[in-house]
């Protein structure tokens, strides 16, 4: 098992030092730079752009040398922790993102937790009872979920908030608490915001998991060993939990991988709707406005992510189910 | 050998019996009778087996004694009367299959062993807590003396270093191993009633003989009462005292099994004994003089050799040889069986020879119809297909060998169409023409394989396969999926059909009557290698190699005055 994990994490090296060639080669493959993009802005709010200004910004910020050398520039700061510097913000990367991963981190966990609580039980029920009443209301429920995308839920939610109980759900934190240091308080705060976005976020994604449940659990129901468990005269729940179950969630460990990097690149049009502080909305704006660092950064983090939630999947599955450990 | 009473004359209560037993199963307006008002009695020390075809509802009676028919299944009449030896009688029919009482008699009273042990036991817990856990559900013991007994149990079933396997999970066992922890899992709790439920299907012959032993011995010295479930005619006649004859639900005969074999009475159980005994070891094969056409296919020295592997987790495995040394030579017009027990290599051979695997060393020169010679073994993709059409293969599960999304026949035409050797009108004509060589009207080309039965798809199987007109079969288990009385019409149709198309065959199997039956020739397998090979009277009749003994004495004999050894006759 130590082999195993050692071997992986070696492997996981020279994929991530690919995807971030790969990640910097597609920003610059975009017509344009930052400074393009700066002088287009200047251009609309009617000032006068003066080419020399331009050309003294690319020469300051690097832009005007080869993609490779400021690839080479960009990744040997990342190796010693540097992670470049913002153009957009004028600011290190790493200060800006720092908090915002963090934050998203939070927000996926959760949504992550809740999904799961929310999906697990239903799925359970609807394959259990299939053709029910039950089983039918899940299942209508749960393709309405499918169907109404993020961000009409996000805006419905928000209307009903407004003009229901008067209060505000945007954001994640009250205007007191916005830029405060972390605190008990804060924390609370979060907590109490927390929730909306958890739901919205979540909705589609314990959809989906309540069909994956419920179909993975219809495939163990009627395999030989539920009878023979059956037939030694075991409770009908404990079977249930001690074997289908059990195997069902082997579909559901090994999506954990894909499901990371999904729930934080798929807040980002919810993010905006909801003004959520997190890494969504913060990469949508690097990338529109070309500020490589901050994108590539970004990006290689979603990238990483990724490759850490295979992993952990792996050595779960390899838990979970003997037949992956020994033979 | 304790002598066990004799159940028939005991004045005793029966520990099981049926009462117009019925269950049905509601299918969209319509009801299938799976179960039609069947009754029996059984008693202690008793081997009842009640044998039928697929779809005869054996199994479906077997599980409603259980209640675990599955839904929408549901018993609708009758009684199901359980008595154990101290105490009063209880209507399993009556209780509701979900509550405390009807869970106490399941594994305690009456314990089940199933026919896949590949898929019966769950995958991913270790065998000792399946063993245990009837006990501890039971609340028969701690899970100390749980464990102690699974290992008990285990050395009980003969399986080796008990204190091991206990630990092991069941895909580290062979299937043979895993049917005894099977059978060790269901005697836990010592039951009264052990029900089998085609538990040697799925095993060789020797295994099968192995396991049938090992239930006998089982049987006596706890005094089971055994209800036995079987399609096979010598299984019967080797382990039954009394036997049910199932069709479409219902009974149609019950006889002490001496009686049975010596005088059936319903023609469907003159049937069933017919195909037996046609394809047993007593029978006549079906071909008199082996053809001495000149040789057009030689096998040289072939070998499949698996390099080692290295592991994931744990120790590298060293490397396996599938198939070592193989040669022989299959004239034209001739029939070659190839026997041998499940990992002995026949199947990996006769891809080899077909080349769906590459082998690691050897020549198969097979020589064309138009005299050229070709070898097999170093042929490239392209140098292979105009082999492939003179040489086809017929693979065991006619179920799966189609696909459901074409018609019958796209399915046989493919082979044609691929090659660019018809279309068209033409197409249209050869696919009605082969669909008449086997038997089926040529309407049948526009409809699905799912409208049709075992026995038809093995046919449309059979068409396709003879499409692009070959001169070499390679049939892999090719009747193993079909119910006996199938069995007989497709080998014969495969023999009216070789003379007329002028055919050879290798036929790769487990089933010894069915090769003796069919073939001219028999190549023995054991462990990769031929062991020995020789005309099919010669090897049955006299057999040299130890092996071929071993494996020809497992056959069970269709023969109940024949059995297999000293057991305690009850009638």
Not at chain 2, 183 to 196: D, E, G, Q, R, W
Not at chain 2, 263 to 275: D, Q, S
Not at chain 2, 473 to 489: F, G, N, P
Request: net charge neutral.
């Amino acid at each position: 098992m130590g082999r195993f994990i050692v071997r992986r994490l070696a492997g996981m090296v020279p994929f991530i030092i690919l995807v971030s060639i790969t990640v910097f080669m597609l920003i610059k493959l975009t017509p344009g730079d930052f400074v393009s993009n700066y002088a287009a802005a200047l251009a609309a709010a009617g000032e006068t752009v003066d080419d020399a200004m331009l050309d003294s910004m690319r020469a300051r910020y690097g832009l005007d040398q080869s993609w490779l050398v400021q690839y080479w520039d960009w990744i040997s700061g990342v190796m010693v922790g540097d992670f470049g510097y913002s153009f957009q913000w004028q600011q290190p990367v790493s200060s800006l993102i720092g908090e915002r991963m963090a934050l998203t981190l939070i927000l996926s966990v959760s949504t992550l937790l809740f999904t799961w609580s929310v999906a697990l039980p239903i799925g359970v029920y609807s394959a259990v009872r299939r053709y029910s009443i039950g089983d039918y209301f899940f299942t209508f429920v749960g393709f309405v979920g499918l169907a109404v995308p993020g961000f009409l839920l996000a805006l419905v939610l928000m209307y009903v908030g407004v003009s229901v109980f008067h209060s505000d759900v945007g954001g994640l934190f009250s205007s007191q608490y916005a830029d405060a240091p972390w605190s008990w308080g804060r924390v609370a705060d979060l907590a109490s915001h927390l929730w909306i976005p958890v739901i919205i976020l979540g909705t589609s994604g314990a959809a989906s998991l309540i069909r994956i449940m419920r179909a993975n659990l219809l495939d163990q129901l009627n395999q030989p060993y539920v009878d023979t468990a059956r037939a030694k005269g075991l409770s009908e729940f404990t079977l249930l939990v001690r074997y289908p179950i059990r195997i069902a969630l082997n579909p559901f460990v090994s999506t954990l991988g894909w499901i990371l990097p999904n729930l934080v690149s798929g807040a980002v049009i919810i993010s905006v709707v909801l003004n959520l502080p997190t890494a969504g909305p913060l990469l949508l704006q690097a990338l529109l406005g070309q500020d490589q660092y901050l994108a590539g950064a970004f990006l290689l983090l979603l990238c990483s992510l990724t490759v850490v939630g295979t992993l952990v999947s792996d050595i779960l599955l390899a838990l979970l189910d003997p037949r992956i450990r020994v033979s | 050998m304790a002598c066990v009473m004799r159940p028939i004359l005991m004045p005793t209560k029966p520990v099981l019996e049926l009462r117009g037993l019925s269950t049905h199963f509601p299918i969209g307006n319509r009801v299938l009778k799976a179960v039609d008002d069947v009754s029996f009695s059984l008693h202690a020390g008793e081997t009842l087996c009640i044998v039928g075809e697929s779809g005869s509802g054996k199994s479906i009676t077997a599980r409603s004694i259980l209640q675990i028919v599955g839904p929408p299944g549901r018993i609708v009449a009758g009684e199901i009367l359980f008595t154990p030896p101290d105490g009063h009688t209880v209507d399993i029919a009556k209780l509701n299959p979900r509550t405390a009482d009807m869970r106490a008699i399941r594994g305690r009273d009456i314990a089940m062993i199933f026919q896949e042990p590949m898929t019966s036991l769950s995958p991913i817990h270790r065998v000792g807590w399946q063993i245990m856990e009837g006990l501890l559900a039971h609340k028969l013991m701690d899970r100390k003396a749980a464990r102690a007994r699974a290992i008990d149990l285990l050395r009980q079933v003969e399986i080796p270093n008990p204190e091991q396997a206990v630990d092991r999970y069941p895909f580290e066992f062979s299937g043979g191993m895993r049917q005894r922890a099977m059978i060790a899992m269901a005697l836990a709790c010592n039951p009264k009633v052990l029900i089998a439920d085609e538990p040697t299907t799925a095993l060789d012959v020797t295994t099968q003989a192995e396991i049938l032993r090992l239930i006998r011995r089982l049987q006596q010295a706890h005094g089971l009462a055994v209800l036995f479930i079987t399609h096979d005619m010598g299984v019967v006649a080797q382990i039954a005292d009394n036997v049910l004859v199932m069709r479409n639900g219902e009974v149609v005969e019950r006889a002490r099994v001496q009686e049975l074999f010596r005088a059936p009475k319903h023609p469907y159980t003159i049937r069933l004994l017919e195909a037996a005994t046609a394809l047993g070891m007593a029978a006549p094969p079906a071909r008199k003089a082996a053809p001495q056409g000149t040789a057009i296919l030689k096998i040289r020295d072939l070998t499949l050799t698996y390099p080692a592997q290295s592991r994931l987790f744990g120790k590298a495995q060293p490397p396996t040889h599938a198939v070592r040394g193989v040669s022989f030579d299959l004239h034209e017009g001739e029939n070659l069986g190839i026997v041998g027990e499940s990992g002995s290599g026949k199947t990996t051979l006769g891809s080899c020879l077909i080349r769906v695997l590459k082998p690691s060393n050897g020549q198969v020169t097979y020589t064309m119809r138009d005299g050229s010679t070709r070898d097999m073994a170093s042929l490239d993709r392209p140098g292979l297909k105009p082999v492939h059409r003179e040489m086809r293969m017929i693979f065991q599960d006619p179920f799966a060998a189609l696909n459901p999304r074409m018609t019958v026949g796209q399915c046989i035409g493919e082979p044609l169409l691929v090659n660019r050797l018809l279309q068209g009108e033409e197409l249209a004509v050869r696919i009605s023409d082969l669909l008449g060589m086997v038997g089926l009207p040529p309407d049948v080309a526009g409809r699905y394989p799912h409208a049709f039965s075992g026995g038809q798809r093995q046919r449309i199987v059979i068409a396709r396969a003879l499409a692009p007109n070959p001169r070499l079969i390679i049939a892999d288990e090719a009747t193993s999926a079909l119910d006996v009385t199938l069995r007989r019409q497709i080998l014969d149709l495969l023999l009216e059909l070789q003379p007329e198309l002028g055919l050879s065959f290798i036929f790769i199997s487990h089933d010894l009557g069915v090769i003796r039956y069919f073939c001219d020739r028999i190549a023995v397998m054991h462990r990769g290698e031929i062991v020995e090979i020789g005309p099919a009277d010669d090897i049955c009749a006299r057999p040299q190699m130890p092996y071929t003994q071993k494996l020809l004495a497992a056959v069970p004999e269709a023969n109940p005055a024949h059995r297999d050894e000293g057991r305690t006759f009850f009638l």
